[in-house]
């Protein structure tokens, strides 16, 4: 998930903060160190995560665009300058954009403001912006919410006592609130200095960055491992009672699966998954080593020569075209599959299919696949020229039976034909006439759409006035009754607006 850092340069930045008694510093380098603080905690703990960085006051300028060079970020907050008013509206926008240009409006991203809680003043302060919001023409919208998910995390140079005592701090729970509310606002706590600061950047990272570490099992196998990006609760809809479902920290292999049985499921999100390797204490050299000191090897090198679990799984995967189904948690479960980006590089990758028992319903329910070895007869044949998918339900779908679907306007009209046709060559074709009658009587009722049988009755109506003198006798009685039918069942009497119901030829004496 795409990282924006957008940072406050305006000059309400640059007041002085006494600390101690004896430094002084504004309140800018505070808001510096508590980003270098972050881009320390992402290079190490981080290192997949693209981040970007823009700087704004009266204007926004984006200083380093999307990149994981974070000596490079780094480098741009030490040469800040300072500049003019706030104007949050504007960066807004200018976040809005780059987000688009660089990722579309599909990839979810974080925004993390850094700023002193001042709201500008003026045209184009943030109260002025929200102040206006119901006066607002289509092109000039706020740019708020973002067309792309988003999480806004708002980082206040200022403790939330000094924001309370004016209206900054309800402007910008209002600027929460329009972003979609999946955010939160720090504030420092107690008085300003390098460890408040400290501790509230802290906070972030254990609310966005940390990262999320997991043990991977395969019966008497395990490895440590950790997934990126980590992984967000997720909250089952259908639920009286929805309580948000997070992944347990231990994934749990059930079994393995052909690629072509599980296809191109569903799902809800994706994962890389890294082997995380372990240290472990190196005996020391003995004394009769040589006196010319040679290079110890790094731990990386130690750890890329140690066997490890994950990436066995990742090569078997690979080679044997299959995936692995793992147990997220309780009735929750995903997958595991080797996901090649060049024809040399591949990555382990892991997508978590929608909470329940039976995510994919050709596969049936999770729990009730077994080892292939266990079957009575091989499922998949001797020469592997079958597959016991997709699961054949016990109940037959809707959608296997033989509805009367009206997608688009050619579609009804060429129904409607089909009976008027029938119509004009009875009594030859009274049975097939009153079957696409009834097709197309159950199918408008099932949909509501009682003007369509008047239309149809008032059709027979005027075929039936306009029969010829040469016409059977029979045809005039069997459309004045079916129209009467018709008419009956768009009037919503229950004894004729039946859906099980099927209008039956009339018995005359012309009929054999």
Same mark, same amino acid.
């Given at each position: 998930?795409?990282?924006?850092?957008?940072?406050?340069?305006?000059?309400?930045?640059?007041?002085?903060?006494?600390? /101690? +008694?004896?430094?002084?510093?504004?309140?800018?380098?505070?808001?510096?160190?508590?980003?270098?603080?972050?881009?320390?905690?992402?290079?190490?703990? !981080?290192?997949?995560?693209?981040?970007?960085?823009?700087?704004?006051?009266?204007?926004? &300028?984006?200083?380093?665009?999307?990149?994981?060079?974070?000596?490079?970020?780094?480098?741009?907050?030490?040469?800040?300058?300072?500049?003019?008013?706030?104007?949050?509206?504007?960066?807004?926008?200018? $976040?809005?954009?780059?987000?688009?240009?660089?990722?579309?409006?599909?990839?979810?991203?974080?925004?993390?403001?850094?700023?002193?809680?001042?709201?500008?003043?003026?045209?184009?302060?943030?109260?002025?912006?929200?102040?206006?919001?119901?006066?607002?023409?289509?092109?000039?919208?706020?740019?708020?919410?973002?067309?792309?998910?988003?999480?806004?995390?708002?980082?206040?140079?200022?403790?939330? &006592?000094?924001?309370?005592?004016?209206?900054?701090?309800?402007?910008?729970?209002?600027?929460?609130?329009?972003?979609?509310?999946?955010?939160?606002?720090? #504030?420092?706590?107690?008085? *300003?200095?390098?460890?408040?600061?400290?501790?509230?950047?802290?906070?972030?990272?254990?609310?966005?960055?940390?990262?999320?570490?997991?043990?991977?099992?395969?019966?008497?196998?395990?490895?440590? %491992?950790?997934?990126?990006?980590?992984?967000?609760?997720?909250?089952?809809?259908?639920? $009286?009672?929805?309580?948000?479902? #997070? $992944?347990?920290?231990?994934?749990?292999?059930?079994?393995?699966?052909?690629?072509?049985?599980?296809?191109?499921?569903? %799902?809800?999100?994706?994962h890389l998954v890294l082997p995380i390797a372990?240290?472990? &204490?190196? /005996?020391? %050299?003995?004394?009769?080593?040589?006196?010319?000191?040679?290079?110890?090897?790094?731990?990386?090198?130690m750890a890329g020569k140690s066997p490890n679990?994950?990436?066995? *799984?990742?090569?078997?995967?690979?080679?044997?075209?299959?995936?692995?189904? %793992?147990?997220?948690?309780?009735?929750?479960?995903?997958?595991?599959?080797?996901?090649?980006?060049?024809?040399?590089?591949?990555?382990?990758?892991?997508?978590?299919?929608?909470?329940?028992?039976?995510?994919?319903?050709?596969? +049936?329910?999770?729990?009730?696949?077994?080892?292939?070895?266990?079957?009575?007869?091989?499922?998949?044949?001797?020469?592997?020229?079958?597959?016991?998918?997709?699961?054949?339900?016990?109940?037959?779908?809707? !959608?296997?039976?033989?509805? #009367?679907?009206?997608?688009?306007?050619?579609?009804?009209?060429? /129904?409607?034909?089909?009976?008027?046709?029938?119509?004009?060559?009875?009594?030859?074709?009274?049975?097939?006439?009153?079957? &696409?009658?009834?097709?197309l009587r159950k199918a408008a009722l099932a949909?509501?759409?009682?003007?369509? *049988?008047?239309?149809?009755?008032?059709?027979?109506?005027?075929?039936?006035?306009?029969?010829? /003198?040469?016409?059977?006798?029979?045809?005039?009685?069997? *459309?004045?009754?079916?129209?009467?039918?018709?008419?009956?069942?768009?009037?919503?009497?229950?004894?004729?607006?039946?859906?099980?119901?099927?209008?039956?030829?009339?018995?005359?004496?012309?009929?054999?």
């Amino acid at each position: 998930m795409p990282t924006v850092i957008l940072m406050d340069v305006s000059l309400s930045m640059t007041r002085p903060v006494s600390l /101690d +008694g004896i430094e002084e510093f504004q309140r800018k380098n505070l808001a510096v160190h508590g980003l270098n603080m972050l881009f320390e905690h992402m290079a190490s703990n !981080y290192r997949l995560e693209f981040t970007a960085l823009m700087a704004f006051s009266s204007l926004w &300028e984006l200083l380093v665009p999307f990149t994981r060079d974070y000596n490079a970020l780094q480098e741009a907050l030490s040469n800040l300058e300072d500049y003019d008013k706030t104007c949050l509206e504007l960066a807004l926008q200018g $976040v809005s954009s780059v987000v688009q240009q660089e990722w579309g409006s599909a990839c979810p991203c974080q925004v993390v403001l850094v700023t002193d809680g001042s709201l500008g003043i003026g045209k184009g302060s943030l109260r002025q912006s929200l102040q206006s919001l119901k006066h607002r023409g289509d092109d000039k919208k706020f740019p708020l919410p973002f067309p792309f998910p988003t999480k806004l995390f708002i980082m206040c140079v200022a403790n939330a &006592e000094e924001l309370q005592m004016t209206d900054a701090m309800e402007n910008l729970e209002e600027l929460l609130r329009l972003s979609g509310g999946d955010g939160q606002i720090f #504030t420092v706590d107690g008085l *300003l200095c390098m460890k408040s600061v400290q501790a509230m950047f802290g906070m972030l990272i254990d609310r966005a960055y940390s990262p999320f570490h997991a043990v991977l099992h395969c019966g008497n196998l395990s490895s440590d %491992v950790q997934v990126f990006p980590r992984p967000e609760p997720v909250v089952v809809d259908e639920e $009286v009672e929805p309580i948000p479902r #997070t $992944v347990s920290t231990d994934l749990e292999i059930v079994g393995f699966i052909e690629i072509a049985d599980i296809s191109s499921p569903p %799902v809800i999100s994706r994962h890389l998954v890294l082997p995380i390797a372990v240290n472990k &204490e190196v /005996d020391e %050299v003995g004394a009769g080593a040589t006196d010319e000191l040679e290079e110890e090897p790094s731990a990386s090198q130690m750890a890329g020569k140690s066997p490890n679990f994950c990436v066995l *799984l990742h090569g078997s995967l690979k080679v044997e075209g299959m995936v692995a189904l %793992v147990q997220l948690g309780p009735e929750w479960f995903g997958m595991l599959y080797s996901q090649a980006d060049s024809k040399k590089k591949s990555n382990l990758m892991m997508s978590l299919f929608e909470p329940g028992p039976d995510p994919l319903p050709w596969l +049936g329910k999770i729990s009730h696949l077994g080892p292939v070895s266990e079957a009575a007869e091989n499922p998949y044949g001797e020469d592997d020229s079958k597959s016991p998918f997709p699961v054949q339900p016990q109940v037959k779908r809707s !959608y296997a039976q033989n509805v #009367t679907v009206w997608i688009k306007a050619s579609g009804l009209q060429t /129904d409607v034909q089909k009976i008027l046709r029938n119509a004009r060559k009875l009594p030859d074709k009274t049975q097939t006439f009153y079957k &696409e009658l009834n097709r197309l009587r159950k199918a408008a009722l099932a949909f509501g759409f009682w003007e369509l *049988l008047k239309g149809v009755a008032e059709l027979l109506e005027r075929e039936c006035t306009m029969l010829p /003198d040469s016409a059977h006798p029979d045809a005039a009685f069997q *459309l004045s009754h079916a129209a009467h039918q018709l008419k009956l069942a768009s009037s919503g009497d229950s004894q004729y607006a039946a859906f099980e119901h099927n209008i039956a030829p009339m018995h005359t004496d012309f009929s054999s």
